[in-house]
């Protein structure tokens, strides 16, 4: 018999090696690159929105305020303020607070955020204003509105003893350093006299300041 299969010699057809697609892997790795990019997107966009309403809405003065002006909303403007703490915001006027009876104790210019402590009820703005006149050296330095202070005299004459006045009352206002520095520096300070036996001494304390220097010892909170 005759074989008469066709046989394969070293001359037939080279067999093709197996070859990568370069091309799909180019496909693949901007695949990659393209989900990245939206993820990263994303967390951006997540993010913003999250900080979006990281905002506080508070009072500001729509002109000047005058001490004793009663808050109502033609006096003011809402502004949005992104404050680093809630103690910081905690410092002014919430615009939804209630501003019925509130009153100003200080003067609060126009566009100036209304201080908490300065917006208290007309109830307790019935009280006399003393202004002082301080030596620079006789006050805390970071002395402000708010604090509670002790007020003693200091005689003049070195042989008198030092005598306290007022005790726990507030400082409505206080000035810029006014004068040279050194000795000579002043502070003009506002505190509220808010009690009657707070007023019983009033006349005293002002013979006393005739001759002696006011101390204001801050108190602790």
Do not use: C
């Amino acid at each position: 018999m005759v074989d008469t299969a066709v046989r394969g010699t070293a001359f037939g057809a080279p067999s093709v090696p197996a070859q990568r697609n370069r091309r799909a892997r180019w496909k693949d790795g901007r695949l990659v690159l393209g989900v990245l990019l939206v993820a990263v997107t994303a967390l951006a966009g997540a993010k913003l929105l999250s900080t979006a309403d990281d905002t506080t809405t508070i009072w500001a003065a729509k002109h000047d305020l005058r001490a004793g002006t009663k808050l109502t909303g033609d006096d003011l403007t809402t502004a949005r303020v992104r404050f680093t703490n809630s103690e910081d915001a905690g410092r002014y006027v919430a615009a939804d607070s209630d501003l019925n009876g509130l009153v100003v104790t200080r003067a609060v210019d126009a566009g100036e955020f209304v201080p908490q402590d300065a917006a208290v009820p007309e109830s307790d703005n019935d009280r006399t204003e003393l202004p002082l006149s301080i030596a620079t050296g006789r006050l805390p330095s970071d002395t402000a509105a708010g604090d509670q202070v002790d007020i003693w005299v200091v005689p003049k004459d070195a042989d008198q003893p030092a005598m306290k006045f007022w005790m726990g009352v507030r400082v409505l206002q206080i000035d810029a350093v006014k004068g040279v520095a050194g000795g000579s520096a002043r502070r003009q300070v506002l505190v509220g006299l808010e009690r009657q036996s707070d007023l019983q001494r009033l006349q005293s304390a002002l013979s006393a300041l005739s001759t002696g220097e006011p101390v204001l010892v801050r108190r602790g909170s």
